[in-house]
């Protein structure tokens, strides 16, 4: 039993990584709050004091504001479902025994592991070129007319491109979730005469139900942020453009650094309602 010296001493020990901890998320948010509320142009002039809200009325009345958000909240959306789809099918297919298990599995993650530009250079140009493209061979085979992918379906592709990166995470997760169970639960449900789609119902689904809540989470949080994606691929053009990419676009264009991060303060609100949302949703099953 900790005796009120030992918590102490802890509480000495972990002092130093909590303050840096605390430094390294304050101090850059008081920095975007301090610079959201002045008209801060590095390239020409400087600080040029206070301008009040006039950043964030600028910024939200944007016409682009409103459909950034819905691109934003629509990739979100896109990637967790298909990672969640298919990371539950990979996992249980990996699951199984076969030949060669664990180059398989080092296969599926190895996508994980890959930067987001390069991913999506690779995407552009070797799968979704429409006239050298993977795709556009594949079309022409079948004698079908290739797809400009990145402008005339431009957001299923970039849904696709970032649902290829995370799936492996996704994957992972869930597979590492579904070696946890009880095999005999699954013997005697079949001893019982429970068909598979019973036995994915009743026992394997309920069983992943905290994975695929910490799938959604975390991925959740860094698929707000998404960039390097657009910026590489569409340049933010047909409906790309996320709150993220947008925020980029007007510090970019404007030299404005209090504009953008009056965007960022918005960035930051958006990820929290969402992630209230979720926690509200799907959060209780975390529960012990």
Same mark, same amino acid.
């Given at each position: ?48 004091? #206070?301008?009040? %809200? ?7 009345? !944007?016409? $682009?504001?409103? /459909? =950034?958000? &819905? ?67 594949? #079309?022409?085979? %079948? ?7 990145? !402008?005339? $379906?431009?957001? /299923? =592709?970039? &849904? ?70 657009? %910026? ?57």
């Amino acid at each position: 039993m900790a005796t009120q010296h030992s918590r102490s001493a802890a509480r000495l020990m972990m002092a130093p990584a909590v303050v840096l901890l605390l430094g390294w998320m304050l101090v850059p948010l008081i920095m975007t709050l301090t610079f959201s509320f002045k008209q801060y142009l590095p390239l020409r002039g400087g600080d040029l004091g #206070w301008v009040g %809200f006039d950043n964030y009325v600028r910024f939200v009345s !944007s016409s $682009a504001f409103w /459909p =950034s958000v &819905v691109a934003t909240l629509t990739i979100v959306g896109g990637v967790l479902i298909i990672t969640v789809v298919l990371g539950i099918l990979l996992a249980i297919l990996l699951n199984q025994p076969m030949w060669g298990q664990g180059i398989v599995r080092i296969l599926v993650i190895a996508p994980f592991f890959v930067m987001p530009t390069v991913s999506a250079l690779v995407w552009k140009n070797m799968f979704m070129d429409p006239v050298n493209g993977l795709f556009a061979h594949l #079309w022409k085979f %079948f004698g079908a007319e290739p797809v400009a992918w990145l !402008s005339e $379906a431009s957001m /299923p =592709s970039i &849904v696709m491109i970032v649902s290829w990166q995370w799936l492996p995470f996704a994957t992972l997760i869930l597979l590492t979730a579904i070696q946890s169970l009880d095999s005999e639960q699954l013997e005697a449900a079949e001893m019982d005469g429970a068909p598979p789609i019973k036995r994915f119902g009743y026992i394997i689904l309920p069983h992943l139900g905290r994975a695929i809540t910490i799938v959604i989470l975390i991925q959740t949080i860094f698929l707000l942020a998404v960039f390097a994606e657009i %910026f590489v691929t569409t340049g933010g053009a047909f409906g790309t453009r996320t709150l993220t990419y947008l925020i980029y676009q007007r510090v970019l264009e404007s030299q404005n650094v209090g504009l953008g991060s009056a965007g960022g303060v918005y960035a930051i609100i958006l990820a929290n309602i969402v992630a209230i949302f979720l926690m509200r949703i799907v959060g209780k099953n975390l529960d012990a």
